[in-house]
C-alpha cells in the first residue's frame, strides 16, 4: 500500500455529543468535495463510531479536544480520531470495519484512532481531484472610483494630540 497521504482534510471538536453531529457532516462535506459520495455511508458510520467512542470515554465536567481527521492515502480513505485528554486507546470491537482499524497511545499524550476504507475499485489516492475553489465577485461590493479624500492636517494634529494624551481632555 502506498502511505503517502495525497489529501487531508481535518475538523477539532470538544468531545461533547453534539461532536458526533459535527463529525457526521464534516465527512459528508469532505467526501462532497472530494467527489466519493458513494463512500459516505460507510464513513459517516465509521467515524462516528469512533467519535462516540471519544465522548462515551471523556470526562462530561471537563471534556477535552478531539480532532477528527480524514486522510487519503493509497487506496484507502483513512478516518483518525485524536482524542487529547484519554490515556489509554479504546477497545474496539472485534472485526470493527473488517478489521482494517486500530489504536494507539500517542507519545505526546492521547490516543489516535483510525479506521481505513478502501476507495472505490480503480481508485487512487493521488487521482481524486482536489476541491474546486472559485473566486466569487461580491455583487455588494461598491465599485472603487480612482477619487482621494482631501484629509485636513487640522483633524490629523487633534487626532494624534488626543492620542498622545490617552484621550482625556
Not at 495525497?6 to 472530494?34: G, H, K
Not at 481527521?69 to 487529547?84: C, I, N, Y
Not at 478489521?99 to 484512532?113: D, E, I, K, P, S
Amino acid at each position: 500500500m502506498n502511505t503517502q497521504t495525497a489529501q487531508v482534510d481535518d475538523l477539532r471538536l470538544i468531545a461533547l455529543p453534539s461532536a458526533v453531529n459535527c463529525t457526521e457532516m464534516f465527512v459528508r462535506f469532505s467526501l462532497a468535495e472530494w467527489s466519493l459520495r458513494e463512500m459516505t455511508d460507510i464513513a459517516t458510520q465509521l467515524t462516528g463510531a469512533l467519535v462516540t467512542a471519544a465522548v462515551d470515554a471523556a470526562d462530561q465536567k471537563n471534556p477535552g479536544f478531539i480532532t477528527v481527521r480524514l486522510r487519503l492515502s493509497g487506496e484507502s480513505l483513512v478516518a483518525e480520531v485524536q482524542d487529547e485528554q484519554a490515556t489509554v486507546p479504546p477497545q474496539l470491537a472485534p472485526g470493527f470495519a473488517e478489521g482494517r482499524c486500530g489504536a494507539t497511545a500517542l507519545r505526546t499524550g492521547g490516543t489516535l484512532v483510525w479506521c481505513e476504507m478502501p476507495l472505490p475499485s480503480g481508485v487512487k489516492a493521488d487521482s481524486v481531484p482536489l476541491p474546486r475553489r472559485s473566486r466569487k465577485k461580491n455583487a455588494m461590493a461598491p465599485q472603487t472610483t480612482e477619487e482621494t479624500a482631501e484629509v485636513d492636517p487640522e483633524v490629523i494634529k487633534r487626532l494624534l494630540s488626543g492620542l498622545s494624551n490617552g484621550g482625556l481632555d
